[in-house]
């Protein structure tokens, strides 16, 4: 399969192909999700959550961004490798914030970069396309901005919020971000916002209209215990497969059954 890029995204949306993202932080696991024909993967800074077992994607940083997204690109041939900038690494200054992505661009071989926010960081967003470096943006939940948010509920309920994010992402259209993410929003909102602009929305807890659908893969293919939101489908029940195996492993370790004379040398 060929290689995907930003111009396929766009080629999608105008034929209206759906586009699958997952996230994903490791090289094994990606390699799963690129074979399976995902069209892209996201090192979304939920690793934080994922990897590192924070309660937010707060803590997570540069250098720890970019060893989860170097495994992921060292295994994706087909698929769309985008990465979070962490918190903190673009709202101190436009400088640094160009400074970090020409970094993570260099040292992972990612295909683009993730920034949340709208109109507040459009300037920094136009600093790091002017670099050459294609931009998705992120709207609606934030979670880089969680202590504002005050929680992880539905954004753009009401008429006021729903403008700005409609403008935000006018903004972000206007600044040449390939694609938006919507997180958490109305279904009737995501599908106004993406019949408004040119770059393919990508929509998690945001219906069925977006140009396409991301979800975090450990949540997707049920590995996480005890988070399971509306807007959350599980697509495989690997807890359980995963606890069957191993403790298949286990009883045969205390029975002498691992290894067989097969096994051994
Ligand atoms: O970090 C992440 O996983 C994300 C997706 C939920 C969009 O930003
Ligand atoms: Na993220």
């Known amino acids: 399969k060929k290689k995907i890029t930003t111009q396929t995204f766009a080629e999608m949306k105008a034929a209206g192909e ?8 490791d090289f094994t696991t990606a390699g799963i999700l690129d074979r399976a ?21 707060l803590p997570i940083t540069v250098d720890e961004m970019i060893v989860y997204a170097r495994g992921v690109v060292r295994a994706c041939h087909h698929c769309l490798v985008v990465c979070d900038m962490p918190f903190g690494s673009y709202q ?33 967003i136009r600093a790091i396309i002017a670099a050459g470096i294609p931009v998705e943006g992120h709207l609606g939940l934030t979670p880089q901005s969680i202590h504002k948010l005050g929680g992880y509920g ?16 006018h903004a972000l259209d206007d600044a040449g971000c390939f694609a ?16 408004e602009v040119k770059a393919v929305t990508i929509g998690i807890g945001a219906g069925p209209d977006t140009d396409g659908q991301v979800l ?20 495989a029940d690997m807890a359980t497969t995963m606890t069957a195996g191993v403790q298949a492993y286990v009883d045969a370790v205390k029975t002498g059954g691992f290894p067989s004379a097969e096994e051994s040398y």
């Open 18 to 25: 759906k586009i699958a993202q997952l996230t994903s932080y």
């Open 37 to 57: 024909g995902i069209d892209s993967i996201l090192v979304g800074d939920s690793a934080s959550n994922v990897m590192a077992g924070n309660e937010t994607t």
């Open 92 to 124: 101190v200054s436009r400088e640094e914030a160009v400074r970090n992505a020409v970094r993570i661009m260099k040292e992972t071989g990612a295909d683009a970069l993730k920034l949340e926010g709208g109109a507040e960081i459009v300037d920094t």
């Open 154 to 169: 539905l954004r753009a309920k009401e008429e006021a919020e729903a403008a700005k994010l409609l403008a935000d992402a």
């Open 180 to 195: 938006i993410t919507l997180e958490k929003v109305p279904a009737k909102l995501a599908a106004q916002v993406t019949r």
């Open 216 to 235: 975090v893969y450990a949540d997707a293919l049920g590995m996480t215990q005890g988070f399971k939101p509306k807007f959350l489908r599980h697509f």
